[in-house]
């Protein structure tokens, strides 16, 4: 029960957090990620990182994620594709480059300078999406380019980082599946296609079929957390 009055307490406090950085003007995530540093190890020490406050986040995220795909205009995606390409690019060059030079300045050594920038070029789609959702700009240009970017940004890093894990660290056994995993990844893309194409329609005309409450939600909700869950499990 104590995990209750923790998740009473966050709910509780970001909403407050919340509140207050709309009063200010800013986004309203600013203020959740402030309590949620001020209710941390960093700060009171009252919620600490334990399982299911980690499965609940995990949760909290997917599920904005899933959102944020429902409300996205797709045309609008594919007709900004270009431009979030190339933010997406100068979003890891410049981190990267950046990251880099500063540890070397800091006498880094060189392996460990290229990780940092790889590091620096990761983006929070999560973030990115509660912002957009926030001040109403998701089907946008500039919202879609952003969307876009940050989306392939992380896929973009991920890759980038499997490369340098096996390629710097030299070990062989991390080169031998590298391939493998680009492989996984690449099937896991075209799945997606095929479930958004023709699998999930069918699921869920089958789910408005069912005498059942919240038939469609429920079958809405095993897509998006499946898919999440194949996911993590070719490492993406």
Known sequence: MEFIGILCLILISTTIGSHISRRLGIPAVIGQLLVGVLLG?????WVKPDILVHDFSEI?????????????????LKKY?????????????FPVVFGW???????????EAIFFGIILAATSVSISVEVLKELNVVNTKEGSTILGASVV????????????LSF?????????????????????????????KWIAPFLLSFAEKVYANSSIIIVSLVICLGMSYVADLVGL
């Open 60 to 76: 909290g995220v997917i599920l904005l994620m899933f959102l944020a795909g429902l409300e996205s205009d797709l045309s609008l």
């Open 41 to 45: 190890q960093a700060g009171l020490n």
């Open 101 to 111: 030079l500063t540890g070397e300045a800091f006498q880094v050594s060189g392996n």
């Open 153 to 164: 940004d992380d896929i973009l890093v991920v890759l980038v980082l499997s490369f340098s």
């Open 168 to 196: 710097l660290t030299g070990e062989a056994s991390s080169n031998a599946s590298l391939p493998l995993v680009l492989i996984e990844q690449l099937v896991y893309f075209v799945f997606i296609f095929l479930l958004v």
């Open 81 to 93: 594709f270009r431009p979030g390409m190339f933010v997406a690019l100068l979003g890891i060059i």
